[in-house]
């Protein structure tokens, strides 16, 4: 267990009342854990079993391997952008997906932050040089969207280039898609208290710790700040020609199973197996920002 450190202990405002959080005590309040899995409106009361998860994954990861053998038939570009709150589950759900890919042909970007260099260059410049080739899968773990959340909040941008970047950004991604890439669009949702407990989780475990950032601690009493963010953003850039898929991700189990779905079910590659698939959950998987609603 990690070293308990100097408290850091905040207040927050949490449905119309105040709570006191402190992520160093290694007791998880009663107040987080009774209501985590709920948070957010989420639709069940318990997880997804454990052996049928795993059962339902290999299943999907068989039909991933054949979506990698089509890319290299027809030379298909696909890219899959995963964003969401911190803690969402982003990593999660992208080593789901990637583990029996072909590293050759399927790679997963994580920029850090833009060097001097980068930071006088086009603002999308640094990620269209990570776009995938041909027979390419890339996922972007966070992306350009940066841009539409963390950035404003935080005041790494002025609010002149938060509001070009919404404007800039739908013909951003038409270009992408004219181009004949496949372009996902992945907002993973969860609620608060659940976001709460997984800090709290990272901080108590040695090999989770190092996700947990000062940033996430700086963002703890900026929930209402990031919600009016992610709503804009989905308002604003969920087009036609590149959709929001907005996944309820409270049980990271099923929001693996039903994202992985989701690309399966879009894509159109040799010896599909729709009953492997399966069907979505559309209570999990909804489109654009009317689903959060």
């Given at each position: 267990?990690a070293?308990?450190?100097?408290?850091?202990a905040?207040?927050?405002?949490?449905h119309?009342?105040?709570?006191?959080f402190?992520?160093?005590d290694?007791?998880l309040?009663?107040?987080i854990?009774?209501?985590?899995f709920g948070s957010g409106?989420?639709?069940?009361?318990?997880?997804?079993?454990?052996?049928?998860y795993?059962?339902?994954?290999?299943?999907l990861?068989?039909?991933?391997v054949k979506?990698?053998?089509?890319?290299q038939?027809t030379?298909?570009?696909?890219m899959?952008?995963?964003?969401?709150?911190d803690?969402a589950g982003?990593?999660?759900v992208?080593?789901a997906?990637t583990?029996?890919?072909?590293?050759?042909?399927a790679r997963?970007v994580?920029?850090?932050?833009?060097?001097?260099?980068?930071?006088g260059q086009?603002y999308y410049q640094?990620?269209v040089?990570?776009?995938p080739?041909?027979g390419?899968?890339?996922?972007f773990?966070?992306?350009?969207?940066?841009r539409?959340?963390?950035e404003?909040?935080?005041?790494?941008c002025?609010?002149?280039q938060?509001?070009?970047?919404?404007?800039?950004?739908?013909?951003?991604?038409?270009m992408i898609?004219?181009e004949?890439?496949h372009?996902?669009?992945?907002?993973?949702?969860?609620?608060?208290?659940m976001q709460?407990?997984r800090?709290h989780d990272r901080?108590h475990?040695?090999?989770?710790?190092w996700?947990?950032?000062?940033m996430d601690?700086?963002?703890?009493?900026?929930?209402?700040?990031?919600?009016?963010?992610?709503?804009r953003?989905l308002k604003?850039t969920?087009?036609?020609?590149?959709?929001?898929?907005?996944?309820?991700a409270?049980d990271?189990r099923?929001?693996r199973?039903?994202?992985i779905?989701?690309?399966?079910?879009?894509l159109?590659?040799d010896?599909?197996?729709?009953?492997?698939?399966g069907?979505i959950d559309?209570?999990?998987?909804?489109?654009?920002?009317?689903?959060l609603k």
């Amino acid at each position: 267990m990690a070293e308990k450190a100097e408290s850091r202990a905040v207040e927050l405002d949490i449905h119309d009342k105040k709570r006191v959080f402190d992520i160093d005590d290694p007791v998880l309040p009663g107040w987080i854990d009774d209501k985590a899995f709920g948070s957010g409106d989420y639709p069940y009361d318990k997880k997804l079993d454990n052996k049928e998860y795993e059962r339902l994954l290999k299943l999907l990861q068989i039909e991933l391997v054949k979506v990698q053998f089509w890319q290299q038939k027809t030379g298909k570009r696909i890219m899959a952008v995963f964003e969401g709150r911190d803690a969402a589950g982003k990593g999660g759900v992208i080593h789901a997906t990637t583990s029996y890919m072909n590293p050759r042909s399927a790679r997963v970007v994580a920029l850090t932050k833009p060097t001097g260099t980068e930071q006088g260059q086009w603002y999308y410049q640094r990620y269209v040089a990570t776009f995938p080739t041909t027979g390419e899968f890339v996922l972007f773990d966070r992306s350009w969207y940066n841009r539409a959340g963390v950035e404003p909040v935080m005041g790494f941008c002025t609010p002149e280039q938060y509001e070009k970047f919404l404007k800039e950004t739908p013909r951003f991604e038409k270009m992408i898609v004219s181009e004949g890439i496949h372009l996902f669009k992945f907002w993973l949702d969860i609620g608060r208290e659940m976001q709460l407990k997984r800090f709290h989780d990272r901080r108590h475990d040695p090999l989770k710790i190092w996700k947990l950032s000062p940033m996430d601690i700086a963002a703890l009493n900026k929930w209402g700040d990031y919600s009016e963010k992610r709503d804009r953003m989905l308002k604003e850039t969920h087009t036609d020609n590149a959709p929001w898929t907005v996944i309820r991700a409270n049980d990271k189990r099923r929001a693996r199973i039903n994202l992985i779905r989701h690309i399966l079910k879009s894509l159109d590659y040799d010896s599909k197996d729709k009953q492997a698939i399966g069907e979505i959950d559309d209570r999990i998987v909804g489109s654009g920002p009317g689903f959060l609603k």
